[in-house]
């Protein structure tokens, strides 16, 4: 999306700029703010999008779809549906996912849809 940017986040545990100065960022210019178990990641893992219904995290939640304007697209769970705010948080559907949980930027989403199962 034109204006938004993609960031690697830093830490407490380090993983600073080279310069070694944070850099601010403003929540309106990201699509996502990603709450992660690992900065590493792996790049490799195909990230699930079928649901359980027996998670105990979508008790309360709502199943949806996201797309995003740069073509990417997010299945998970939140508690708002619609989402009344410019900002709501997402849980992923895959409980392993190395995401534990997202905030997202309703700016930066083309489509959202409620799933059946959640």
Not at 37 to 44: P, Q, T, Y
Not at 107 to 116: R, W
């Amino acid at each position: 999306m034109r204006g938004m940017r993609s960031s690697r986040g830093f830490g407490p545990g380090g993983h600073w700029p080279p310069d070694g100065r944070p850099v601010q960022v403003s929540l309106s210019e990201l699509k996502a703010l990603f709450f992660v178990r690992s900065l590493d990641g792996d790049s490799a893992r195909e990230e699930g999008r079928k649901f359980d219904p027996k998670d105990p995290r979508s008790h309360g939640s709502t199943l949806v779809a996201l797309t995003f304007a740069d073509g990417e697209v997010m299945v998970g769970l939140t508690i708002r549906y619609p989402p009344n705010r410019p900002y709501f948080f997402l849980l992923p559907v895959d409980p392993n996912s190395n995401n534990i949980r997202i905030l997202i930027n309703r700016a930066a989403v083309k489509a959202m849809e409620a799933l059946s199962g959640g």
